[in-house]
């Protein structure tokens, strides 16, 4: 029985505090702006990869959530592939002992443990999960930071998803960008309190992909190059908030650039909308818990964040979570709520609202407005995983479709 | 019988294509950029005032809409009479055939003949009728530019309701305001094709009012500082629109500029948000309009623009205006539609899409999303009123209570 090359990896979700959009450099995907993220926890998001290479694959095949996906010459995923297996020939050309597999093409299968239509951006965690358990087929000594740069040139913010805990991805300034890559400035276990409520946001309109979205706001927007000069002072100010677990800095500005980016994107030409009235109403629901809070102790609780969709990413310190999660419910109802950190026990999840809270500033939704709700919290890096969570089968092809 | 002191005078609404949105000084009423707007037609939407003074009345008083509303001392209310009173006194005073009544206490009476429900703003037309009702009760000589600083202290976009046409409000630079009034830049008579849908939509949630809103956006966007150095190009540019009849440009600025202004909402702190899901889906569908059009001819055929709330105001010329209504009826159904141009005749409006508009751009909403359409077009400034519209009847009390 020949030696099987292979390695299956998984990769975390990331959502950004301070937004990556625009690019300077849209083929190697270098960003106008540095940005920042938490790490989500894989526990409950991630992203699984398994990669083989073998002699007798006539050609590299990518297969994700069981389909087959196509490997567009000169696109993302193929300069993915071909920079790895570039660094795999550099490694077998430098040490004559080094077993000589760079050349055979590849088998990888991908799957997202989390379902396409909740809206969640899968292509970070899906590149990383590439990049990582390719970098292990191939035993590369790379560092998460040189794999951030590879990812990177798949899809920007997956570059963040090689690290865990608080990432930031530094804008650069070399042409080749060499120095735009990902560095954690935090790990998770330096605030492992920091929690995330995904609610996940029914949506029934034509989204813009970011891809070309961010690209007409850097052409149109007449605002855009003002958030330019903005930015440095806010990556300075929450990685200090991050580095000192200031929970109410944090949250005050991971809202502010959320807002910003969505009000760019408004002010692209034609605008782009990727809110709607339930994320809205979400905004106003922390907009008053943190009124209160703020009265009461003189803190925010929690800081809310949307990508380029409808969902929210509600962050906040795990001891207020319960709060928040029985907050949520009172105003976007739950048929059920997978409860992963046992906050309430056995009884039901029910809407409950604090001391203070001024329950007029929304109406109430009904039932699916809000689809879901996931509780995760911060987590680490890319994962290897054993032999037996392969997505391939012993003839290299997808397990699911055996 | 003694002689009766009163006037009734009518004042249209405006709705602006380059958006006031901040002050310099919140007293004075002074804003941080210059706008533009249109006037829209009396004959459609206004409000009438009646003003009258008389030795008997023990005290200043005001109803609007048949209400008796508060004039509180040192409000906006007190201050427009005031300063109305003054100019009256400078006339007496240097006029010694003048008949002196300018310290008799007044009695106003005035309506909207629009729903306050219908979420129009009214107080741009109902200060720019009390000002010239005033104005005409007291028989000034002041014209509509030195009349437009008083109202100006009443609500700012007001002062652009004294003139009829295209209205720029000048920002000006002294510290008094004597130099932030409104001019015509061009007649309702130079472009008389200026057609407007008044798109009335349903919104359930709580308003942050524009004044509070506006000092927030100063106070708080880091974007705003930014779009003030924009404004004065979008001025020159759209004045030469309007005056070269160039509706394709003065689409393009309106738009822009609209959702400039929603930009800078949502970049305040916390964040404001006026359109809804909507108001969203209605500049879908004229993007997609204006798409069709400009790969048909290279020209837009319509712009949206929306005020402080989540109504859509759509303004094209007379030529397209059918073509709008059955696009917004196929989106947004109505039970009845009021034609007061006939463009349908007896027959009722039906949705209809041009050729090669993509009608998966939106959903298609249910009747109710939007409430009410209104047709309207370009109009002129205040009007005098005969005595049979008086609101106010011979006891000096409103009409609508006897």
Not at 75 to 80: D, H, K, Q, V
Request: neutral net charge.
């Amino acid at each position: 029985m020949s030696k099987v090359f292979q390695a299956t990896a998984s990769a975390p979700v990331n959502i950004a505090c301070i937004k990556y959009w625009g690019k300077r450099d849209t083929k190697l995907i270098l960003p106008t702006n540095s940005s920042l993220s938490v790490t989500l926890s894989q526990d409950h998001l991630r992203s699984t990869t398994t990669s083989r290479a073998d002699p007798s694959f006539a050609e590299d095949t990518l297969w994700l959530n069981g389909k087959l996906d196509e490997i567009k010459p000169g696109g993302r995923l193929a300069t993915c592939i071909s920079e790895m297996k570039r660094l795999r020939k550099e490694l077998e050309d430098a040490d004559p002992n080094a077993e000589k597999f760079s050349h055979w093409r590849v088998h990888i299968c991908s799957h997202n443990n989390f379902p396409t239509a909740a809206g969640l951006a899968s292509s970070a965690s899906g590149f990383a999960a590439l990049v990582y358990s390719l970098a292990k087929l191939y035993q590369l000594p790379a560092s998460p930071k040189e794999l951030s740069l590879i990812a990177r040139q798949g899809s920007g913010s997956a570059c963040r998803s090689l690290l865990g805990g608080f990432v930031a991805w530094r804008e650069g300034a070399a042409a080749d960008g060499s120095d735009s890559f990902a560095e954690q400035i935090a790990s998770e276990a330096d605030w492992p309190a920091m929690h995330a409520l995904v609610c996940v946001v029914s949506d029934d309109k034509k989204d813009t992909s970011s891809t070309a979205g961010m690209q007409r706001t850097v052409e149109t927007s007449a605002l855009f190059s003002q958030r330019l000069t903005v930015v440095p002072e806010r990556m300075r100010a929450i990685t200090n908030a991050i580095q000192n677990r200031d929970f109410d800095t944090f949250a005050a500005i991971t809202m502010k650039d959320s807002n910003q980016f969505h009000a760019v994107a408004l002010d692209t030409d034609p605008p782009i909308f990727y809110m709607n009235d339930v994320s809205r109403a979400i905004i106003t629901v922390v907009t008053e818990y943190n009124r209160v809070a703020l009265e009461k102790c003189g803190q925010r609780k929690a800081a809310y964040t949307f990508d380029a969709g409808p969902n929210a990413v509600i962050y906040a310190p795990r001891e207020n979570m319960k709060e928040i999660i029985e907050l949520i419910v009172s105003y976007f109802p739950q048929e059920s709520f997978n409860d992963p950190f046992q906050l309430f026990g056995s009884a039901p999840v029910q809407g409950r609202l604090m001391d203070g809270f001024n329950e007029g500033v929304s109406k109430r939704f009904a039932i699916g407005a809000v689809k879901t709700l996931i509780h995760t919290c911060v987590g680490d890096g890319p994962r290897v995983r054993g032999d037996a969570e392969s997505l391939l089968g012993h003839d290299g092809l997808p397990k699911s479709l055996a």
